[in-house]
């Protein structure tokens, strides 16, 4: 894949998760936050509604101008909430009778500093900022002559509860917050970047593998065609020679066109499989029957090449299989065996019961495989002797094949050396 639309892939993926974290972090922390607000003040609020309904059951709110009410005191609540009475100018009302100066300071700093507006006149309790501290404040409206205090008629009351501390505690939690979810946004901002990452990595992976193959395929492709490509010119040069003149060009020819059939069907069961195109359909077998059965023609072939086929069957019950699978996977591990083994070895085929699984072995005194070629023999087109491979007619898929209906069967697939020299694969499925 491009590096570039690698990047943009990434970049883009990236993004989408940091912005889907960032939307969810918010709406987190704004819920959290409105929940514990709501929550804080639902006390004081209470407080100035049970002082509000208190004021009003002894019927001295106005709703009118025209209201008149003989006057008389307003009644302590046993509330947190205060009042503060007005003129009608504004002016808050203090007793200014006392004789004590420094008890006058602050009332007549309050009486300086709080002026009661028109916009305190609210239908629930607001948050302000009054002489330095915080109150939550409902404004009232007396009727005319209905309250009277330290000589003066009040037209106004501010009903309010100190919420100074709550508010000290509320911009700590803010801050709180903030700094939490700013962690967290970082870890967010690392986690959307390894997430985009990791899940990058399959789209890259399998894009290479389709280039690969893709790749190794026209390889493969490309040499058998230009063999039969060069004989059948060679052969029209020649267009009065016999059938018997020219059959050595022939045999060659169809040995690639063999060739070619079995590259095309090996890269179609592959590309099957890698699509779930291709079920596996397990039944009931007889294992020692099964493999007999498998096993009986190469043993002909081997004998005819001066090489040993045996077969030990250890299985004293009947096993889940696919019977057409598992016999392509053996066809595939007996075929490679005599192929790499030289005359006089000897291939064992060897099944039996371990630990809930179906063992089923193919051992040669063959070649063998080195350390290296054994992390990527199952690998597609991989050949450790190419050229040794293609005078046997091998595509390098073969393996690859054998890993997948292994893979398909829910099994494992191992490569080990043979004591003291060959190759075993051993399959491991579960019964």
Same mark, same amino acid.
């Given at each position: 894949?491009?590096?570039?639309?690698?990047?943009?892939?990434?970049?883009? *993926?990236?993004?989408?998760?940091?912005?889907?974290?960032?939307?969810?972090?918010?709406?987190?922390?704004?819920?959290?936050?409105? &929940?514990?607000?709501?929550?804080?003040?639902?006390?004081?609020?209470?407080?100035?509604?049970?002082?509000?309904?208190?004021?009003?059951?002894?019927?001295?709110?106005?709703?009118? @101008?025209?209201?008149?009410?003989?006057?008389?005191?307003?009644?302590?609540?046993?509330?947190?909430?205060?009042?503060?009475? #007005?003129?009608?100018?504004?002016?808050?009302?203090?007793?200014?009778?006392?004789?004590?100066?420094?008890?006058?300071?602050?009332?007549?700093?309050?009486?300086?500093?709080?002026?009661?507006?028109?916009?305190?006149?609210?239908?629930?309790?607001?948050?302000?900022?009054?002489?330095?501290?915080?109150?939550?404040?409902?404004?009232?409206?007396?009727?005319?002559?209905?309250?009277?205090?330290?000589?003066?008629? +009040?037209?106004?009351?501010?009903?309010?509860?100190?919420?100074?501390?709550?508010?000290?505690?509320?911009? $700590?939690?803010?801050?709180?917050?903030?700094?939490? #979810?700013?962690?967290?946004?970082?870890?967010?901002?690392?986690?959307?970047?390894?997430?985009?990452?990791?899940?990058?990595?399959?789209?890259?992976?399998?894009?290479?593998?389709?280039?690969?193959?893709?790749?190794?395929?026209?390889?493969?492709?490309?040499?058998?065609?230009?063999?039969?490509? *060069?004989?059948?010119?060679?052969?029209?040069?020649?267009?009065?020679?016999?059938?018997?003149?020219?059959?050595?060009?022939?045999?060659?020819?169809?040995?690639?066109?063999?060739?070619?059939?079995?590259? %095309?069907?090996?890269?179609?069961?592959?590309?099957? &499989?890698?699509?779930?195109?291709?079920?596996?359909?397990?039944?009931?077998?007889?294992?020692?029957?099964?493999?007999?059965?498998?096993?009986?023609?190469?043993?002909?072939?081997?004998?005819?090449?001066?090489?040993?086929? %045996?077969?030990?069957?250890?299985?004293?019950?009947?096993?889940?299989?696919?019977?057409?699978?598992? $016999?392509?996977?053996?066809?595939?591990?007996?075929?490679?065996?005599?192929?790499?083994?030289?005359?006089?070895?000897?291939? +064992?085929? %060897?099944?039996?019961?371990?630990?809930?699984?179906?063992?089923?072995?193919?051992?040669?005194?063959?070649?063998?495989?080195?350390?290296?070629?054994?992390?990527?023999?199952?690998?597609?087109?991989?050949? @450790?002797?190419?050229?040794?491979?293609? @005078?046997?007619?091998?595509?390098?898929?073969?393996?690859?094949? +054998?890993?997948?209906?292994?893979? +398909? $069967? *829910?099994?494992?697939?191992?490569?080990?050396?043979?004591?003291?020299?060959?190759?075993?694969?051993?399959?491991?499925?579960?019964?």
């Amino acid at each position: 894949m491009p590096s570039i639309i690698n990047k943009k892939q990434q970049v883009r *993926g990236f993004i989408w998760l940091l912005a889907s974290f960032f939307v969810i972090f918010s709406i987190l922390a704004g819920v959290i936050f409105l &929940s514990y607000t709501r929550t804080v003040f639902q006390s004081a609020d209470n407080a100035i509604n049970q002082s509000i309904n208190m004021y009003d059951g002894q019927g001295l709110l106005s709703t009118s @101008e025209n209201d008149v009410k003989k006057s008389q005191p307003i009644e302590n609540s046993n509330t947190r909430a205060n009042i503060w009475l #007005f003129d009608k100018k504004g002016k808050l009302i203090i007793d200014d009778t006392t004789t004590d100066p420094q008890q006058m300071v602050l009332p007549k700093f309050l009486q300086k500093t709080v002026k009661f507006k028109s916009s305190l006149m609210v239908d629930k309790a607001e948050t302000r900022k009054i002489a330095g501290n915080y109150y939550r404040v409902v404004g009232v409206k007396f009727k005319k002559n209905a309250v009277k205090i330290y000589g003066t008629t +009040a037209a106004n009351g501010l009903i309010m509860v100190n919420v100074t501390d709550t508010m000290i505690n509320l911009a $700590h939690f803010k801050k709180v917050l903030f700094w939490s #979810f700013g962690l967290f946004g970082l870890l967010a901002v690392l986690v959307s970047y390894i997430i985009s990452r990791f899940n990058m990595r399959p789209i890259l992976k399998s894009w290479q593998q389709q280039q690969d193959f893709v790749n190794n395929a026209a390889h493969e492709l490309r040499t058998p065609m230009a063999v039969i490509q *060069g004989k059948l010119e060679n052969m029209l040069m020649k267009p009065e020679a016999t059938v018997r003149d020219q059959s050595n060009a022939i045999i060659l020819s169809l040995s690639e066109v063999r060739r070619l059939t079995s590259l %095309t069907n090996n890269m179609l069961t592959l590309a099957k &499989s890698g699509s779930n195109m291709t079920k596996i359909e397990k039944k009931p077998t007889n294992v020692s029957e099964f493999l007999s059965n498998i096993i009986a023609p190469y043993e002909e072939m081997a004998q005819f090449d001066g090489k040993t086929v %045996t077969l030990d069957v250890d299985v004293g019950q009947d096993v889940l299989i696919d019977q057409k699978r598992i $016999h392509q996977l053996l066809v595939l591990l007996l075929d490679n065996a005599l192929k790499y083994s030289d005359e006089g070895a000897t291939v +064992a085929v %060897t099944a039996g019961i371990e630990k809930k699984k179906f063992i089923l072995s193919v051992a040669d005194t063959g070649r063998g495989i080195s350390d290296e070629a054994k992390k990527h023999v199952f690998d597609r087109f991989y050949r @450790e002797d190419k050229t040794g491979n293609r @005078e046997t007619g091998g595509t390098g898929l073969g393996l690859s094949i +054998a890993e997948w209906v292994v893979q +398909a $069967h *829910g099994g494992k697939i191992t490569v080990l050396d043979n004591i003291p020299q060959g190759t075993i694969f051993r399959i491991a499925l579960p019964l």
